[in-house]
């Protein structure tokens, strides 16, 4: 734990380091105010929720090395937020299309992201196609809940990202970030012709750890068109060359 400190007061300063720290270590439900965001963020007190804000704002998972003015994001898997929040401080004019499935985390996301006007949040999976899907709980913590075709105890509505594309009336997709527990298999399975010749870049997680065959999915697509391949903490960065060209 103590090897946290430095790395947070490095990245946001001796004030907002300590808060985080603290709060991080209390594994208690808390609300700060840092100073590298313009509004407050909520931690439920629990690690799953610290652990992805480590990943974002202090290991910064999610900066691109490339030169792109991002004007369309979406955020798929939003879980509590933080994603979202990281965009809309980087890209401030981009509208991101943030999407989330467990009620719990999406009354969070909710709080985290109210106060972003370029934010839309709606309670839902991203699927291969446009139904209704059950979303499971099998034990992976409040950051794995995994989605299934068919009927159950907790159905949410399933999203294709073409569907998304129209939602939002854009037909280029700056940013495609991808966090969806293994339902990534799906969506790069099938009906994937249409947005990803129309996306800039994605950023997956790759979760065979939950679905064998994710790793496999993404890369048999992928490699049917022309995209770079980068490395960024747990993600893979895929750029599109067709649509993106300076690099540094």
């Given at each position: 734990?103590?090897?946290?400190?430095?790395?947070?007061?490095?990245?946001?300063?001796?004030?907002?380091?300590?808060?985080?720290?603290?709060?991080?270590?209390?594994?208690?439900?808390?609300?700060?105010?840092?100073?590298?965001?313009?509004?407050?963020?909520?931690?439920?007190?629990?690690?799953?929720?610290?652990?992805?804000?480590?990943?974002?704002?202090?290991?910064?998972?999610?900066?691109?090395?490339?030169?792109?003015?991002?004007?369309?994001?979406?955020?798929?898997?939003?879980?509590?937020?933080?994603?979202?929040?990281?965009?809309?401080?980087?890209?401030?004019?981009?509208?991101?299309?943030?999407?989330?499935?467990?009620?719990?985390n999406h009354a969070v996301a909710q709080k985290n992201t109210a106060n972003y006007p370029n934010i839309t949040l709606v309670k839902g999976a991203v699927w291969n196609s446009s139904e209704y899907i059950n979303l499971l709980d099998k034990g992976f913590g409040e950051a794995a809940y995994m989605v299934e075709k068919g009927s159950g105890n907790n159905v949410v509505r399933g999203y294709t990202i073409d569907e998304i594309r129209k939602l939002m009336?854009?037909?280029?997709?700056?940013?495609?970030?991808?966090?969806?527990?293994?339902?990534?298999?799906?969506?790069?399975?099938?009906?994937?012709?249409?947005?990803?010749?129309?996306?800039?870049?994605?950023?997956?997680?790759?979760?065979?750890?939950?679905?064998?065959?994710?790793?496999?999915?993404?890369?048999?697509?992928?490699?049917?068109?022309?995209?770079?391949?980068?490395?960024?903490?747990?993600?893979?960065?895929?750029?599109?060359?067709?649509?993106?060209?300076?690099?540094?």
């Amino acid at each position: 734990m103590s090897s946290r400190l430095p790395k947070y007061i490095n990245k946001l300063g001796l004030i907002d380091g300590f808060k985080l720290y603290s709060a991080v270590k209390k594994q208690k439900e808390a609300c700060l105010q840092l100073s590298a965001l313009k509004h407050k963020v909520w931690f439920r007190g629990i690690y799953s929720d610290y652990a992805i804000f480590e990943q974002i704002f202090i290991e910064q998972q999610y900066r691109l090395t490339l030169d792109i003015n991002a004007t369309t994001i979406f955020d798929l898997g939003a879980n509590v937020g933080y994603a979202s929040v990281f965009f809309a401080h980087k890209y401030p004019s981009a509208k991101i299309f943030a999407l989330e499935p467990e009620t719990n985390n999406h009354a969070v996301a909710q709080k985290n992201t109210a106060n972003y006007p370029n934010i839309t949040l709606v309670k839902g999976a991203v699927w291969n196609s446009s139904e209704y899907i059950n979303l499971l709980d099998k034990g992976f913590g409040e950051a794995a809940y995994m989605v299934e075709k068919g009927s159950g105890n907790n159905v949410v509505r399933g999203y294709t990202i073409d569907e998304i594309r129209k939602l939002m009336n854009i037909t280029t997709i700056d940013i495609l970030k991808i966090d969806i527990e293994g339902a990534e298999k799906e969506i790069f399975e099938t009906n994937f012709e249409n947005w990803i010749t129309n996306t800039k870049v994605i950023i997956v997680e790759t979760h065979d750890r939950y679905k064998k065959g994710t790793s496999k999915a993404i890369f048999n697509t992928i490699g049917k068109y022309d995209f770079s391949l980068e490395l960024s903490g747990e993600n893979l960065v895929l750029v599109n060359n067709n649509l993106v060209t300076n690099t540094h």
